[in-house]
């Protein structure tokens, strides 16, 4: 071979090596959700599109059943997978999954602990050792962590395991610059608003903290410089472990996007590729990507911006006050229409009121807005104040509007928890949407020993009146006596309206002719529904 064929072949090589290189396979990561006391429904979402942001992860999802239900059959595959990270804060999986997660972090898999999931397991010791400290506990478990002097105190005193005061802007501080997830940052930034976490205790093996937060005590906070990034080394894995973002609001912070994304690259691969933003926060300023990946973020000072002013004015708000913060928060919400992503972050800022401890009227006001912009993402924040009388009927208001299948799922689990004027509440919201599902359960309540209950599930079939709503109370009719009968009669005439509507005019006049037969006002109703139906028929 001549040396120039040499010269050649040997760029040709690099050339290849570089390009190889250049196509490596992704990161394969796995977020494990399905059981939270948090929003894992809306930060799952959120928690995938930040780790796409960066172009070095294959993200999967794998989701429990849901609480109440077996977990036998839940078995991710962790070994799959180059990192996992756990959105889960629920009942016990099944041993055969713990053991493999065991082995799975052991053996060298990367973990990621994000908020809520340092409260769960915590009966499970190999948990609390990979997760390194947690919420839940006392001083069995483990010490607590502080940061005093410049170096980590493991305080024994006694007490329980995790808190935090009402939600507030706070300054994070990098006590390692030299780890690879921190090296780069800013010594000082600033977070949004959001829960500290204080107050974690656990075993604290091989535990690491990058960064801390001060618990300010006017804040309700323990005066302690409390651990908020920390990473944990168990067997060959390596674990992250944040506690930031409590909801969707909360990971807009430019801080928390770029935390989550090196920790997870360093938990996958114990190196971290990426460059730290020219926008990263200050120890001023907060920085916000509203998308989660916009390079151009929203900047504020660490007081709290407009819209957060006047949700604040409305948590306090009463009947009978100006009304002038909730009139401004219904402007800024209709200049959002025409931006959906606008609306979103707003949406997750009006359910946050809701799960705080704002007055029964601000949470009506709000519940009134969600009625507008609402999505399935306010659902399971909306589900559970159904069952509670005070607050029922404005999470209903809301519901009612807001499409989809999660939304009548809600009031049909709702509608097992309930008794009284809520449950019928419920009822006749079900009945308004339609719900063919909710057929089978109302059926069962017109036999209810309380007359409300039986004639609201009455009416709520006749609102539905499909075939399985027809044929439940034409079964109804022939069991029902006095008042019950005339309200199943009322409703049964309603599915005959509703199917000489659809042109089905056999079935609608074998109705009609069958309450032909019953006592006024009945029989004139279905006389009357007979003639317009035939005269109909005789035009054609």
Not at 309 to 318: A, F, I, S
Not at 421 to 437: A, E, P, S
Not at 520 to 529: E, F, H, S, T, V
Request: charge should be positive.
């Amino acid at each position: 071979m001549s040396q120039r064929s040499k010269v050649i072949n040997t760029a040709l090589l690099v050339v290849l090596c570089f390009a190889l290189v250049g196509d490596a396979a992704p990161l394969k990561a796995l977020i494990v959700d399905g059981q939270n006391n948090h929003n894992w429904k809306g930060t799952t979402p959120v928690m995938k599109k930040i780790l796409d942001g960066t172009g070095l992860f294959k993200v999967d999802v794998a989701t429990s059943p849901p609480k109440g239900q077996s977990l036998s059959s839940f078995k991710p595959d962790f070994a799959k997978y180059d990192v996992v990270l756990s959105n889960y804060n629920g009942a016990d999986w099944p041993k055969e999954t713990q053991d493999a997660f065991v082995e799975y972090v052991r053996s060298g898999g990367g973990l990621v602990i994000f908020h809520a999931a340092n409260n769960s397991f915590r009966q499970w010791k190999e948990y609390n050792e990979i997760i390194g400290i947690r919420w839940g506990g006392n001083e069995k478990t483990g010490p607590y962590i502080r940061w005093r002097d410049g170096k980590v105190v493991r305080d024994m005193s006694p007490g329980g395991a995790g808190g935090h005061g009402p939600q507030h802007a706070f300054q994070v501080v990098i006590r390692n610059k030299k780890h690879p997830i921190t090296r780069g940052l800013p010594e000082k930034w600033m977070h949004v608003k959001d829960e500290l976490y204080a107050k974690l205790r656990g075993p604290a093996k091989n535990l690491t903290v990058l960064a801390t937060a001060y618990a300010d005590p006017k804040q309700r906070g323990t005066g302690e410089h409390e651990p908020i990034l920390f990473t944990i080394n168990y067997g060959k894995g390596r674990v992250f472990h944040t506690v930031l973002g409590h909801d969707a609001p909360q990971m807009e912070c430019v801080g928390f996007i770029v935390t989550l994304q090196r920790g997870t690259e360093w938990a996958a691969t114990g190196k971290v590729t990426q460059k730290v933003p020219e926008d990263f926060p200050s120890a001023t300023e907060v920085r916000r990507w509203k998308d989660f990946t916009n390079p151009k973020p929203v900047i504020s000072s660490g007081k709290e911006t407009e819209m957060d002013e006047l949700l604040e004015k409305v948590k306090t708000y009463d009947w009978g006050q100006s009304r002038e913060p909730l009139t401004k928060l219904s402007d800024l919400v209709r200049k959002a229409y025409g931006s959906p992503a606008e609306l979103r972050r707003i949406e997750r800022s009006l359910v946050e009121v809701l799960r705080s401890e704002a007055t029964r009227a601000g949470k009506q006001f709000i519940c009134r807005k969600l009625s507008i912009i609402g999505t399935e993402e306010s659902v399971p924040t909306l589900g559970a104040m159904l069952t509670k009388p005070k607050f029922s009927d404005m999470a209903r208001y809301a519901l009612e509007r807001i499409p989809g299948a999660a939304v009548d799922e809600a009031l049909r689990n709702a509608l097992q928890q309930t008794t009284g004027k809520t449950k019928v509440g419920i009822i006749n919201t079900l009945g308004q949407r339609h719900d063919n599902r909710a057929v089978r359960a109302l059926r069962r309540l017109i036999r209810d020993s309380d007359p409300l209950t039986a004639g609201a599930a009455v009416a709520a079939l006749g609102n539905i009146a499909g075939p399985r709503a027809t044929r439940a109370l034409a079964q109804a009719k022939d069991r029902a006596t006095g008042k019950l009968r005339l309200l199943v009669c009322d409703a049964y005439l309603k599915c005959a309206d509703e199917l000489a509507a659809q042109g089905k005019k056999d079935q609608a006049l074998a109705i009609y002719n069958e309450l032909m037969k019953e006592p006024k006002p009945i029989n004139i109703a279905a006389l009357r529904g007979r003639i317009n139906l035939l005269q109909k028929k005789d035009k054609k």
